[in-house]
């Protein structure tokens, strides 16, 4: 048998340049592929985290705007998660009406207007309530953070999630009010069990929750401020609160007592009795000119400082 004639050099040599060629741009094109992967990566965390930012400054927004012209109006109070005999309809996203606490489903986005937030993967965001922050008395004082994360008790009184991708076991069909959505089909581990207990991590491949916590003073930082400012009160018809004292007291030497008076304050009915049902009177005080001098330089400033230290100086006169 003859052997068969080898390759000249040459052409050996333009072969092993062209194999070398061939494995540069497949490692070049590894590389590519490798960071289009994880700049979709960074853009989709990017949408997770803001999407979370919006709906946690929304829940504290709604929560410490609540209306003023109903008779139960609480600031402080925060929304049941999303009304699931609505979904489906043009009033999907609107938070149910009452909740068992702690309560956890999909983020109530209409309700807080803030429009269908999504994460990175397209999907709604869900939320969890504490209990203590549905029914009067909601204050500073007496409503504690009851939610449990990474095993830090009270960490939280809301919790925002981010369900990300469905992982293995994980079906996500379109939700119906007569099918709606399941949370296991969304949340991993500890949090989708009912309780008052989350987590941020979880075994790899088994857990992708993303979670942002809305904490105390999150929440009262933003609230205070709020009663603080309604405490002082109006220059506008009607003048209400200490600035409606003020202006109809001086200068006489007496002042309203402290804690409040709120009968001294010509609040309208509304609002006292907001401050009443929820005892604000236990966490606010306030400071005032304390001599006759006092009185009669202007302006006059009063100072209501809350439980969270949070205080307003405002121009009384």
């Known amino acids: 048998m003859r052997t068969p004639p080898s390759l000249p050099r040459q052409q050996r040599g333009a072969l092993l340049i062209l194999l070398v060629i061939a494995l540069g741009v497949l490692a070049i094109t590894l ?48 929304p049941c998660p999303e009304d699931l005999s609505l979904i489906g309809s043009p009033n999907e996203g609107t938070a149910a009406s009452s909740c068992t606490l702690p309560a956890i489903g999909r983020l109530p986005w209409k309700t807080l207007k803030v429009g269908d937030i999504r994460d990175g993967y397209d999907e709604k965001l869900w939320y969890v309530i504490s209990n203590g922050f549905r029914v009067p008395p909601i204050n500073s004082g007496v409503s504690q953070a009851q939610l449990t994360v990474d095993g830090v008790p009270n960490s939280a009184v809301a919790i925002i999630f981010s369900p990300g991708p469905p992982l293995s076991g994980q079906v996500r069909p379109i939700p119906t009010a007569t099918s709606p959505p399941l949370i296991s089909n969304y949340l991993e581990g500890s949090n989708n069990d009912g309780d008052n207990q989350f987590v941020t991590q979880g075994p790899a491949g088994t857990f992708n929750d993303k979670l942002l916590a809305v904490t105390h003073h999150d929440l009262f930082s933003v609230v205070e401020r709020r009663i603080a400012n309604t405490i002082i009160g109006t220059t506008s018809t009607p003048i209400m609160g200490l600035r409606y004292y003020y202006a109809n007291n001086l200068p006489s030497p007496a002042y309203p007592s402290s ?59």
């Open 31 to 78: 590389f590519v592929g490798m960071l289009s992967s994880s700049a979709i990566q960074n853009e989709r965390d990017k949408k997770t985290a803001a999407a979370l930012a919006e709906a946690k400054t929304a829940l504290i927004g709604w929560s410490a705007s609540r209306s003023s012209n109903t008779s139960n109006y609480t600031p402080g109070q925060l």
């Open 259 to 317: 804690p409040l008076d709120y009968d001294q304050l010509n609040f309208d009915t509304y609002t006292k009795n907001m401050l009443i049902n929820n005892r604000w009177d236990t966490v606010v005080s306030y400071t005032t000119p304390n001599s006759n001098l006092a009185q009669l330089v202007l302006p006059l400033y009063c100072t209501a400082s809350t439980a969270s230290g949070q205080t307003g100086i405002i121009t009384c006169l």
